[in-house]
C-alpha cells in the first residue's frame, strides 16, 4: 500500500482530472452568439411572429461560422415563404450553394423550391423538383412530398394523379383527423372529373382504391336527386369496397346525409319573360325547367306556377309579392341583370330567389338571393386556368369590340396575370368582316414584317421574294368570338403564319349543335362548354332522349338556356349546402356547380377542340350511356309541349331594357 499521503495526492489529481473533463464538454459551454439568434428564431416562428423571427435569422446569418450559413438561409427562405414573401425565399435559396447542403437539407431545399413553383401556379417545374426526392426519405418530408405532389397536379388540373398521391399518402398518416382531411381531399379532388371521365376511370383503373373511389363518387352523383335510389347504391358499393379507407368516415356522412335529403319546396314561382322581345329566351328556360319537373317522381313534385315578367318596371315587386302570396317557398328569376338588380334593392326577400343572371356589382346583397348565370366570365377564368397549366405565359387576343368584349378582355389580364402570365396585346373586331384581317396582322405583326419588305424593296429598286414573319414572343392566341366571326378568325390566324400556335376560346364559338361542314375551318380551336352540349351524363342523355321523343325541334333551340332550365329547377333544394364542404357540389347539365360566400353560383365546364369540325373532348373519352331509372314522362300532345298551371301570365310587353346578349341570357 502506498503512503497515505501518496493516496491523498492520486485522489486530489483524479478530482482535478474529472472536473477538467466536465468543464470541457460542449453542453455546458454558453450558446454562440449566432446559435442563440437561430433559436430565437425557430422559437418566434413556432409562435407565428414571422416578421421577428426572419429578423432574428438575418442576425444568425451575419454571425455564424461559414459552414453553418446554408442551413440558416434554407431555414429563413422557409419563414420567409411562409410569411408570403416568395421574392425573399427565391433570392435566399438561389444563394445557396447546393454542394454545401446535407442530404437532408438538399431533400428540404428540394421541397422549398416546389412551394415555390407552385405558389406561382407552375406545377410541372414543383413536379420537377419533387422528382428528385427519393422514397426512402425521412417520414414527415415524404409526407411533405406526396402532398406536394397533390397539389401540383391540383393546379395541373390533372384531378386523377392528385388522387393518386392522396391514396398512397394515405397510409403514411398517423391522425384519424389527418385521415379524414386526406379522405375528403381525394373527394374533392375526383369531384372535379365529369361523370363520363369517372365512368369511363373506374371501368378501365386496375388500383382497388382508386376504383372504390372513382364508383364512390359516381354512385353518389347518379343518385343524388333521388335518396332512396342513393342509400341503396352506398349499401351495394359497401358490399364491393368492405375493406375501403372510405369506410372509415366518408361513408357514414353520405348515408346520413341519403337519410336525410335536402326538402324540395312544395310550391314555385317561375319569373320569366313569356312574351315581348325576350319571350324566345324565357321559354328556353321554361321549357328546361319542365323537362326536369317530369324527371322528378310524381309524389314528390311541387306545385310550379310561371309569371311574366313582362311588365313594367315597377310592377316587378308586386309580381314577387303576388308570387309569394300564392303560396311560393321558393323562386326562380328574374332573368335580365335589370330586373334582378331591381329585386336586390327592395331589401329584404322573405322568400328565396334563384336569379337568372350575375350582378357582378352587387352591394349589400340581400339575404335569400342566390345567383345562378352562364357567366363567361366563369368561362374565362378556366381558359387562363388551363391554359397556364399546359404551360403557356406570352398571350395575345382578339375580342368582340364594345362593352362585353372590354369586359371579358380585363377579366383575362387580370387572371392571366395573377397567375404569373404576360398579356402582350388585345385587339377587339367590330361587325364589318372586311377589317378583320389587317385586324390579325396587326395583332401578330405581320402588318410590320410587310411594311419591312416594301422599304426594303424600295431601297433596292427590285421586288424580293417575301413571306411574311409573324412575331415570335407569344406562346398562345385567345379567341373570344361567336360562330360567324370565329369561321373567319380562325382561318386568318392561320394565314398570318400562327396556324401552330395553340388556339382557346370560351362556349360563344360554338353554337351548340355539330356542324362540320360550317365548323371545319376552326380545327383546333379548344373551347370550354357545358356538359349537356359535349357530353351529357346518364340523366343528361335520358333527358335528350325524352326531348327527341316529344320535341324534336327543341333541343336544338337556345339549348344553354335549355339546360340553365334545367338545372335552376334541379339545384334548389341544395342550395343551402352548396359551398360548405366538399360535398358542396351539384353536378348538373349546365356544369359541377358550387356556390361562392357572395352566393353566386359557378360552373365547372368540359374542354374539347374542333376536330374536322365537331368539337372532341380533351381528353376524347368515349362512354356508353348508362340506363337508368325512367321518370314519369307526359305523353306527348298534339301541341307536342306538357300543360299545366301557367299562373299569372301578364299580358304587357317587357320593354326595351332586357339583358346584353339575349342568347345567354346576359
Not at 422549398?112 to 413536379?127: M, S, V
Not at 313594367?312 to 309569394?324: E, F, I
Request: contains cysteine; aromatic residues 6%; positive net charge.
Amino acid at each position: 500500500m502506498p503512503p497515505r499521503r501518496h493516496r491523498a495526492w492520486i485522489i486530489l489529481s483524479l478530482g482535478l482530472l474529472l472536473l477538467a473533463a466536465c468543464a470541457s464538454q460542449p453542453g455546458r459551454q454558453p450558446p454562440a452568439a449566432w446559435q442563440a439568434a437561430a433559436r430565437q428564431a425557430a422559437g418566434l416562428a413556432r409562435q407565428g411572429d414571422l416578421p421577428g423571427a426572419l429578423a432574428r435569422y438575418r442576425q444568425a446569418l451575419a454571425q455564424a461560422p461559414a459552414p453553418k450559413r446554408p442551413g440558416l438561409t434554407l431555414a429563413m427562405a422557409a419563414v420567409a415563404l411562409q410569411a408570403n414573401q416568395p421574392d425573399q425565399a427565391t433570392r435566399l435559396l438561389a444563394g445557396i450553394p447546393a454542394g454545401q447542403l446535407s442530404p437532408d437539407q438538399q431533400w428540404r431545399l428540394a421541397l422549398l423550391q416546389a412551394r415555390l413553383a407552385l405558389r406561382r401556379h407552375r406545377a410541372e417545374k414543383a413536379l420537377e423538383w419533387l422528382a428528385r426526392l427519393p422514397e426512402d426519405m425521412p417520414m414527415p418530408l415524404l409526407r411533405q412530398c406526396h402532398q406536394l405532389r397533390a397539389r401540383a397536379y391540383d393546379i395541373a388540373a390533372n384531378y386523377v394523379e392528385s388522387a393518386r398521391e392522396r391514396i398512397w399518402l394515405d397510409p403514411l398518416l398517423d391522425t384519424p383527423a389527418a385521415r379524414h382531411r386526406n379522405h375528403l381531399a381525394i373527394w374533392q379532388a375526383l369531384t372535379q372529373l365529369s361523370n363520363a371521365a369517372l365512368e369511363t376511370l373506374a371501368e378501365a383503373t386496375s388500383e382497388q382504391q382508386l376504383r372504390g373511389w372513382l364508383e364512390l363518387v359516381v354512385s353518389v352523383r347518379r343518385n343524388r336527386q333521388f335518396p332512396v335510389r342513393l342509400q341503396q347504391a352506398l349499401a351495394d358499393w359497401r358490399q364491393r369496397h368492405p375493406d375501403h379507407p372510405a369506410t372509415e368516415d366518408l361513408l357514414g356522412e353520405l348515408i346520413t346525409r341519403a337519410a336525410t335529403p335536402p326538402g324540395r319546396p312544395h310550391q314555385i314561382a317561375v319569373l320569366l319573360p313569356l312574351s315581348g322581345r325576350l319571350a324566345a329566351a324565357g321559354q328556353a328556360i321554361q321549357d328546361g325547367i319542365l323537362v326536369a319537373y317530369y324527371d322528378t317522381a310524381e309524389a314528390s313534385r311541387p306545385i310550379l306556377r310561371f309569371y311574366d315578367t313582362a311588365v313594367q318596371d315597377n310592377a316587378l315587386w308586386a309580381l314577387y309579392n303576388r308570387a309569394v302570396s300564392d303560396g311560393a317557398e321558393m323562386v326562380i328569376g328574374p332573368l335580365t341583370k335589370h330586373r334582378l338588380k331591381m329585386l336586390a334593392q327592395t331589401g329584404s326577400l322573405p322568400v328565396p330567389v334563384l336569379g337568372l343572371n350575375d350582378l357582378a356589382d352587387l352591394q349589400n346583397r340581400p339575404d335569400g338571393l342566390y345567383q345562378f348565370g352562364l357567366d363567361p366570365e366563369d368561362e374565362i377564368d378556366q381558359l387562363a386556368d388551363r391554359a397556364i397549366a399546359e404551360g403557356h405565359q406570352r398571350a395575345v387576343m382578339l375580342a368582340p369590340a364594345g362593352a362585353w368584349g372590354s369586359r371579358l378582355v380585363a377579366r383575362f389580364r387580370a387572371r392571366w396575370e395573377a397567375l404569373g402570365g404576360r398579356l402582350l396585346q388585345a385587339e377587339q373586331f367590330g361587325r364589318q368582316t372586311r377589317g378583320y384581317s389587317a385586324i390579325v396582322a396587326r395583332l401578330l405583326h405581320t402588318d410590320q414584317s410587310r411594311a419591312r419588305h416594301r422599304r426594303l424593296s424600295r431601297l433596292l429598286g427590285t421586288d424580293l421574294a417575301f413571306e411574311p414573319r409573324r412575331r415570335q414572343d407569344i406562346d398562345v392566341i385567345v379567341l373570344v368570338a361567336r360562330p360567324t366571326q370565329a369561321r373567319l378568325l380562325r382561318p386568318l390566324v392561320r394565314f398570318h403564319q400562327a396556324g401552330d400556335l395553340p388556339l382557346y376560346g370560351i362556349s360563344v364559338a360554338y353554337q351548340g349543335v355539330p356542324d362540320p361542314e360550317r365548323d371545319g375551318d376552326m380545327d383546333g380551336l379548344r373551347f370550354c362548354d357545358m356538359p349537356w352540349l359535349l357530353q351529357p351524363d346518364a340523366r343528361g342523355q335520358r333527358l335528350h332522349q325524352a326531348i327527341g321523343r316529344l320535341w324534336p325541334l327543341l333541343a336544338q333551340d337556345r339549348p344553354r338556356l335549355f339546360a340553365l332550365g334545367i338545372d335552376a329547377y334541379g339545384v334548389l333544394p341544395f342550395l343551402q349546402e352548396l359551398g360548405q364542404d366538399a360535398f358542396g357540389r351539384f353536378s348538373g347539365q349546365t356544369g359541377t356547380l358550387s356556390l361562392d360566400e357572395d352566393g353566386r353560383l359557378h360552373r365547372e365546364l368540359l374542354w374539347a377542340e374542333f376536330h374536322q369540325g365537331v368539337p372532341r373532348l380533351l381528353p376524347p373519352i368515349d362512354v356508353s350511356a348508362v340506363t337508368g331509372e325512367q321518370p314519369g314522362w307526359p305523353a306527348a300532345t298534339d301541341a307536342g309541349k306538357p300543360t299545366m298551371d301557367q299562373g299569372v301570365v301578364d299580358e304587357q310587353s317587357e320593354g326595351t331594357t332586357g339583358p346584353q346578349d339575349p342568347g345567354t341570357g346576359r
